[in-house]
């Protein structure tokens, strides 16, 4: 168990609906980061925030957007869904901003859309 | 810009015997570089990591990756295979600055024959 929540464990939906996905990250992490993994993209990074604010950002589509919170969890919000979008969302979290920090990986959402 | 190859998307071995899976990274500057494995509907654990220091990294579960600057590879190894070690295997880099992406490599699927 890496101490990172993330829920719901899976989410079935139909294409053109929105989601929302949430993570907590372990007790006293200030940067969330979420990933996208399929079979054919493999393991994306999308986006990172620490402590709040966006730090980083990777190949995250314009239909989706993530915040944190004061209290530290993180949503991901997914919109106009897409078959294509049918993936593995982790979200993973660590103490500091980044650089060879560990980042500590929660189980994943499943999300199949129809 | 970054990226990260895995030479073979599968690798057999016995149990008992050695373990290889090979990591290699373009990059101008050497990164931060990292080993993860993925159970089975699981998140991703991290194996190892080499931020700066001796080349030679030990991990958990007997694993251990050598940082080769000039070759710019990171090859994981392990005398002895062991069935429980049968996972997908993903090396990641990091560049050294605070705020960038980890980029990981399309991932290794290692099966333990007994």
């Known amino acids: 168990d890496s101490g990172v929540t993330q829920t719901p464990k899976h989410l079935i939906t139909a294409t053109g609906q929105r989601v929302t996905l949430r993570c907590s990250p372990r007790s006293g992490d200030l940067s969330v980061y979420w990933y996208q993994q399929s079979l054919d993209q493999g393991l994306q990074f999308l986006i990172q925030?620490?402590?709040?604010?966006?730090?980083a950002k990777g190949n995250i589509l314009e239909r989706f957007s993530a915040q944190q919170f004061p209290d530290l969890h993180s949503e991901l919000n997914l919109s106009s869904l897409e078959l294509g979008d049918s993936a593995l969302y982790f979200c993973?979290?660590?103490?500091?901003?980044?650089?060879?920090?560990?980042?500590?990986f929660g189980p994943g959402t499943r999300l199949t859309v129809l | 810009a970054q990226s990260v190859t895995q030479l073979g998307s599968h690798v057999s071995v016995s149990e008992g015997a050695l373990v290889l899976l090979r990591c290699n990274y373009s990059?101008?500057?050497?990164?931060?570089l990292f080993w993860y494995v993925q159970y089975p509907n699981q998140g991703l654990q991290l194996l190892l990591k080499y931020t700066t220091g001796a080349t030679l990294v030990k991990g958990i579960n007997g694993f251990e990756a050598e940082f080769k600057k000039s070759e710019t590879s990171f090859h994981l190894t392990k005398p002895s295979a062991h069935m429980s070690d049968a996972a997908e295997y993903f090396c990641?880099?990091?560049?050294?600055?605070?705020?960038?992406?980890?980029?990981f490599g399309p991932g290794t699927s290692l099966s333990v024959i007994p």
């Open positions: 990641a880099v990091r560049r050294k600055t605070s705020y960038d992406k980890v980029i």
């Open positions: 925030y620490y402590n709040g604010e966006e730090r």
């Open positions: 990059s101008s500057v050497p990164p931060y």
């Open positions: 993973a979290s660590s103490v500091t901003r980044g650089g060879g920090d560990t980042q500590y």
